[in-house]
Structures are given as structure tokens and as C-alpha cells.
């Protein structure tokens, strides 16, 4: 069983950067692939991006394409979000998803989910 817990979330103005982190405890982090979803408000969740096990192969939602990058630390038990050029339509709750093994686009499919963490991205 995994335990997520995001932070790094904020107010930061259109253009500017945010670095989310998602620490993970619990056992066999290694073995999972992570995501990051994020839901506006009004607005149904979405897939933001995700990440293999490995740390070997990544994916981008087209809206967030450029802008984030994924990265994880296996040895730290994190999974991060690097958000750059960001916009207000960016404005969102993100969550940290697990999932054993291998990822999906859909947020039903993971196993783990964190509590989320606020972004605001001010006009």
C-alpha cells in the first residue's frame, strides 16, 4: 500500500513556474508507474501526465505538452511536476496517482491517489 502526499502547489502568476512534488511512503514505490491528474473547478478530472516505473518513458497531455515535465526519484520514494509558462487555464487541484506496474490515461484505473494540492495561475 501507498501513502501520496503532494506539495509545491500555489498562487503564481500567467508566465511563471511551479515544481510539484508527490512523496510517496509505503512499500515497492519502484514498481509503480505515477501520474499527475488535476481537476478545475466545474470541471471533470484530467489526465495531466505520467511516468513509468523506470522513469524510462513519460506522457503529456497536448494541453500541458512543452510546459511540464515529469521526472521521478526512486531513491526518494518522489514523483515531480515541473510546470513552466503557466497559464490560468492551468488553474486546477493536481493529484498524485499510483499505479502497479504500468499507467493509464484514465484516473478509475489507479490504484493511489494523494490528496491534492492547489495550483492557482493568476491573469
Known amino acids: 500500500q501507498l501513502q501520496l502526499v503532494e506539495s509545491g502547489g500555489g498562487l503564481v502568476q500567467a508566465g511563471g513556474s511551479l515544481k510539484l512534488s508527490c512523496a510517496a511512503s509505503g512499500r515497492s514505490f519502484s514498481s509503480y508507474a505515477m501520474g499527475w491528474f488535476r481537476q478545475a473547478p466545474g470541471k471533470n478530472r484530467e489526465f495531466v501526465s505520467v511516468i513509468s516505473w523506470s522513469g524510462g518513458e513519460t506522457e503529456y497531455a497536448d494541453s500541458v505538452k512543452g510546459r511540464f515535465t515529469i521526472s521521478r526519484d526512486n531513491a526518494k520514494n518522489t514523483v515531480y511536476l515541473q510546470m513552466n509558462s503557466l497559464k490560468p487555464e492551468d488553474t486546477a487541484v493536481y493529484y498524485c496517482?499510483?499505479?502497479?506496474?504500468?499507467?493509464?490515461?484514465?484516473?478509475?484505473?489507479?490504484?493511489?491517489w494523494g490528496q491534492g494540492t492547489q495550483v492557482t495561475v493568476s491573469s
Open positions: 496517482l499510483a499505479r502497479w506496474n504500468d499507467w493509464s490515461l484514465h484516473d478509475n484505473d489507479w490504484d493511489y
